[in-house]
């Protein structure tokens, strides 16, 4: 068996796959898989023997700009990656017996396995991603969100979103390769039953959505911490982390949360990322194995990624989320919020004040007692279950 497996994003939407690839090598598959073409990518392929084919622009750059781009600036970005997964995509499906596309981004996916006779699947990291009444959908960077409208009428005005950006190219492509028209692109990219790839304790589907949950794909990470990291901990009582990943935080953030952990007594542990976070007097590290990290952790404070979440809550630590309006970030903070093992923010409209009310609840002791009793119920073997349900349907 041979499986393509193809994301465009930041390292939270590349990871997830990794982890997959993994395991489906480890059953005997062979795997390829499309990312952005960011060195670190590339590299972590390498390292573990993926064959990566690089698709669309570098995205590190388009995270770390100075200013968000504008609407018309991801449009084009937008028209831009769908014609380069034309190009690609043909390719490395070639020999392949399925294709996984995980996110929207990957609209030229279903088409390109259509049109090589290659079985299909899409997989979202979280359920709010998928139309359903019982929630909203999440906020697409560059587009208009409606306010005063219920859930079916605004997941309607997505549909009609993502139909305006890529209806027309898409048809236009699937036509030169002898394939029908669609009519509803997000619903098209989505397939009819969807993979979730999320934890059934902390990110079930809402009732009545139909999905094959197979859990999060996480990789074990046996890494040790760098040796300096290690010599901090062990120099006094549990630190705060503070961290954003690919994110770059609202303005004073970071600054505001490492005041309010210092007054109460805290020591603060901050994750550079991509932003290259730096706050004065506060041990900073680089990228270093989360898995391992945060059971040494007396909270974290980071930007509501899937993963980031997933994995402090299986760790058992209490969590300040504070996300901006992109994607699922704000998702995994109401998650978060709603177990009660942890507190969520505004990131565009926090305030000192509001952060000092937020640190305060994620570190009562009720709030701990419920991160540490969560833990255990996390699920740890997604990867493994989707890897071999895949190949079982593909037999």
Known sequence: MRVLLTTYGTRGDVEPLVAL??????????????????????????????????????????????APPTAAELTKYRAELLETQFDVLPAAAAGCDALVAAGLAQVAARSVAEAAGVRYFYATYAAVNLPSPHHAPPPRPGWPEPSG????ALWKFDARQVNAQFREPLNAHRDALGLPPVDNVRDHVYSDRPWLAADPVLGPPPPGLEVVRTGGWTLPDDRPLPAELTAFLAAGPPPVY?????????????????EVARARGHRVLVSRGWAE?????????????????????AAVVHHGGAGTTQTAARAGVPQ?????????????????AAHRIGAALDGPTATPDSVTAAFDTA??????????????RMRTDGAKAAARRLLDELR
């Not at 570190?363 to 255990?376: E, F, N, S, V």
């Open 21 to 66: 690839a993994v395991e489906l090598r480890a059953l005997g598959a062979d795997v390829r898989m499309c990312t952005p073409p960011d060195e670190e990518f590339a590299h972590r392929l390498d390292g573990l023997g993926i064959e990566a084919v690089a698709a669309g622009p570098p995205v590190r750059a388009l995270m770390r700009a100075t």
């Open 149 to 152: 409208a219920d859930n079916a």
């Open 242 to 258: 503070v961290g954003f990943g690919s994110i770059t935080p609202a303005p004073d953030i970071a600054r505001w949360s490492v």
């Open 277 to 297: 976070l730096a706050v004065d007097g506060c041990f900073a590290v680089g990228e270093v194995n989360h898995q391992r990290l945060f059971g040494e952790l």
């Open 320 to 336: 300040l989320v504070v996300p901006i309006r992109l994607a699922d970030n704000p998702y995994w903070a109401g998650q978060v």
């Open 363 to 376: 570190l009562a002791p009720g709030t701990r007692a419920r991160a540490k009793a969560l833990g255990p």
